[in-house]
């Protein structure tokens, strides 16, 4: 059996004397999706930066591939992983498709001009997203969710083993939603890499994710399938409010009480 | 690289040849641009040649390299601010430079001493500047961009302490100085060299601007050693100024213009910017300082006042194109 992808192992986070989570064990292995989900302020963001590596943690370790992140370079590391974030700056003056072959970056030395199959790659993936009529438009006329399909897209040209998702669902309409994570679901279950998706959209958890991770603020977490976390209990503790659940056709569905 | 990328540059190589030749030809003797080329070809000697070789190819080559190291600097800040406004002397490196060169004025100090003053004083700038806005090994572009303009704030006040204390005839000389003026310079070849090495080592890096130009938190997750890299920036971008400063007083407009010129020609990809924006910026200044001694001649203008008057028209069609890019909507 080949090593996980990632491996988290007693991680604790803290920011400015608050503690975000603690003792968290995750394990996500090829081909899987995992959700994160918890209240504003409960640390999603913190920690998929410190997987990523932008911060340390206050205890623990992460190991991605079978090594700490710590001992990759920091190339290595955007060769490994891919991060969505949550907005996309353009304050420098750009097009799409200029933007998008930006994810090639780790993957070239550092004087070479994009080759064919890189700009290939890049149209492509903005096909897949729908945005290759745009190819040649400026970022600055595009609207939120064409953005949100754009930071999509240059993530895929960068091709990591894992994905890491701030509210990927960000400024997307329901049917671009769906969309876009069967897209990256089928790429992941295609090429063995793996997912770990900040959201608030419960549905979109339970549909997509194999494993869920609950923070239920003060460090505390709940780990486990979907079935297993997403239970009106938790996600009251987790969200200081009533949240039902129907089946329809062999699926939980969620709505605010 | 493209296609357009590679015309833009031949272009601009060829643009600069032929401000190369028009400087040559322009001032009070003036010569039409066949005589230049006869001359710098052959060997016929006479007034036209010493005057072209002995007067006017330093003050070229002067130009030039200052044109060249401010345009460069400009697309520096640019990126490493993150802001279209910023130019070589946003960060109170031009302001270190003058208040030193001015001091130096009022001390009876000339020539070559001037020069060296204002490096001094651009150095101190860059370090106090540096020192201001570095915290706990880490700094933000608005702590950087806040701590230079304020810094350079200081900096106009004392240079105003300067002037309104001299006397008259030495307030003259301080005024061309705070305009930029080429007229007194010579630019020797360690500032080509910078110059040269500034070009090469961003170059090298171009790729990575590129990358940092879409934020600081996205350039990271793409790989680029943020951190590192605005150090080189600040310091690169710094050196070059304090160079062309040195060189030719605070010549206003080449490193905030050129690099927008270029942007909007289709140069965004700081591969190409970066050589574009030496070649243009240089020859820029070239043709600049051939007006600035040849509009009023015998009479000379500083060289910073007529950059300022073509960079100022061409700046505000810049803005008007710039806003229609944001407010156009896809139908």
Redesign the interface.
């Known amino acids: 059996m080949s090593a996980p992808i990632l491996q988290v192992n007693k991680l604790s986070l803290e920011v400015a004397g608050r503690v975000l989570c603690q003792d968290l064990n995750l394990h996500i292995d090829a081909g899987e999706c995992v959700a994160l989900l918890g209240q504003n302020g409960t640390g999603k963001t913190t920690l998929l930066h410190t997987l ?1 590596g ?1 911060r340390r943690p206050a205890a623990g370790n992460i190991l991605l591939c079978a090594k700490p992140t710590g001992q990759w370079s ?6 490994l992983m ?2 969505l ?1 949550q907005h ?8 799409v498709l ?2 998008a072959l ?2 090639r ?2 993957h ?1 030395s ?4 994009d080759s064919s199959e890189d700009i290939a790659l890049a149209r492509q993936s903005l096909a897949a997203v729908d945005l290759l009529p ?1 190819a040649e ?2 970022v ?3 609207s939120g969710g064409e953005r949100q399909r754009l930071a999509m897209a240059m993530l895929l040209v ?1 091709n990591p083993r894992l994905y890491l998702l701030d509210e990927p669902g960000n400024h997307l309409d329901i049917a671009f939603q769906i969309r876009t994570l069967a897209l990256l679901k089928q790429k992941i279950a295609a090429t063995g890499s793996a997912l770990c998706m900040a959201t608030h959209d419960i549905n979109m958890a339970a549909r997509f994710c194999d494993q869920v991770v609950l923070l239920l603020g003060n460090g505390e977490h709940a780990v486990g399938t979907a079935d297993e976390v997403l239970t009106p209990e938790l996600l009251r503790k987790a969200f200081n409010c009533d949240i039902y659940r129907i089946r329809h056709e062999g699926r939980w569905f969620y709505f605010p009480g | ?1 493209q296609r357009r990328h590679f015309l833009l540059l031949v272009t601009l190589l060829a643009v600069t040849v032929l401000s190369i030749v028009i400087s040559l030809g322009s001032g009070s003797l003036d010569l039409n641009p066949l005589t230049v080329l006869r001359q710098l070809l052959g060997s016929e000697g006479g007034l036209e040649q010493q005057v072209m070789l002995e007067l006017r190819l330093p003050r070229t080559f002067a130009a030039f390299v200052t044109g060249g190291l401010l345009a460069l600097s400009g697309v520096l800040m ?2 490493l601010l ?3 406004l910023a130019d070589p002397y946003i960060l109170g490196i031009s302001g270190g430079a003058a208040s030193a060169a001015l001091a130096a004025m009022l001390l009876g100090f000339g020539g070559a001493w001037l020069g060296q003053a204002a490096f001094v004083g651009a150095l101190a700038s860059i370090v106090i500047v540096f020192g201001m806005a570095w915290s706990q090994g880490h700094w933000s572009s608005t702590r950087l961009l806040l701590t230079g303009v304020v810094v350079s704030a200081g900096w106009g006040a004392l240079i105003n302490i300067l002037l309104t204390t001299s006397a008259n005839n030495s307030v003259y000389s301080m005024l061309f100085w705070l305009m930029g003026d080429l007229s007194q310079s010579s630019a020797g070849w360690p500032s080509f060299l910078i110059l040269t090495a500034g070009l090469a080592l961003m ?6 601007l ?2 940092l ?3 600081e ?2 350039a ?6 943020v951190a590192r890299l605005k150090l080189i920036l600040y310091f690169t971008a710094s050196v070059l100024t304090a160079c062309a400063v040195t060189i030719a007083g605070s010549v206003g407009f080449v490193g905030l213009v050129i690099p927008h010129m270029l ?1 909007l020609l289709g140069a ?2 700081h ?1 190409v910017l970066i050589p574009a924006a030496v070649l243009l910026g240089g020859s820029f200044l070239v043709i600049a300082d051939s007006f600035a001694r040849s509009i009023m001649s015998p009479l000379q203008l500083p060289v910073g006042v007529v950059t300022a008057v073509i960079g100022v028209p061409a700046f505000l069609i810049i803005l008007r194109r710039n806003t229609r ?2 407010l ?3 139908e």
């Open positions: 990523f932008f920091k190339k290595e590391l955007a060769q891919g991060l974030f996309m700056n353009d304050e420098m003056p750009s097009t200029e933007t930006l994810g970056h780790p070239l550092t004087w070479r001009w745009f438009h400026e600055a006329t595009l960068q | 690289m640019q990126v993150r802001n279209p170059v090298r890096l171009a790729s990575s590129n990358v130009a879409r934020g938190l996205q990271a997750a793409l790989g680029v050693d942007r965004r990809d591969r890019l944001t156009e909507v896809r």
